[in-house]
């Protein structure tokens, strides 16, 4: 994968260093992220940093998972956005530190990254997956033109829950 930079209107999504790894641990430590992405949580600054030198490596081939930081134009991390391998296909995923959601920042990070990343990978479709209680989340699926193609309970992350999955499809 080429190197990734995206500047929007009001953030910057580019790829992690190592100096990134305290604000990863910090922001993926919220209730939010506990509740709906357990796996994605890093308790300690050393795994957060064991995950970033991966996350790095993972730059240098087309599997994945593709991973960046989003931050805020005064160089503040308030999250990532990603495309996740899955099975044959790709799956979207995101995160905004509570401090900073409700402004509208996942929503403008999804919208710009989702379209680039897929033509970098050479993909014509992705997955949004999210649980049904997840409001947040399904609102940004919806407001970045992804369809509701699946709802219905089964497994996610090991606990049974309502699912919804999403498409987008690149025109
Ligand atoms: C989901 C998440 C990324 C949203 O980030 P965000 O920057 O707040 O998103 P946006 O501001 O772009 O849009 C969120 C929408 O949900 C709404 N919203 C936020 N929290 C909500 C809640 N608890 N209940 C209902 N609606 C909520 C916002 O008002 C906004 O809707 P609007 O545009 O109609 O006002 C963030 O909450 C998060 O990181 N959650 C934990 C991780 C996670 O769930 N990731 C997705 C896994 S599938």
């Known amino acids: 994968m080429e190197n990734l930079k995206i500047v929007t209107d009001r953030l910057i999504i580019t790829e992690f260093d190592e100096s990134m790894a305290e604000s990863v641990h910090v922001n993926s430590l ?3 992220n506990r509740r709906f992405v357990p796996d994605e949580v890093f308790e300690t600054v050393q795994e957060a940093h064991d995950t970033i030198i991966f996350l790095i490596e993972c730059y240098r081939d087309m599997k994945g998972p593709f991973v960046y930081p989003i931050l805020l134009k005064s160089g503040e991390n308030i999250g990532y956005v990603q495309a996740i391998p899955i099975d044959d296909e790709w799956e979207v995923g995101y995160h905004i530190a509570s401090n900073y959601t409700a402004n509208g920042y996942a929503t403008e990070a999804v919208r710009a990254f989702v379209p680039l990343i897929m033509k970098k990978i050479g993909i014509a479709r992705i997955w949004g997956i999210c ?38 499809r690149l025109r």
């Open 30 to 32: 919220d209730e939010e």
């Open 131 to 168: 649980r049904g209680d997840n409001i947040a989340s399904r609102k940004v699926l919806e407001k970045c033109s992804f369809i509701l193609e699946h709802k219905g309970f089964g497994n996610y992350k090991g606990e049974n829950h309502e699912i919804c999955k999403y498409l987008y």
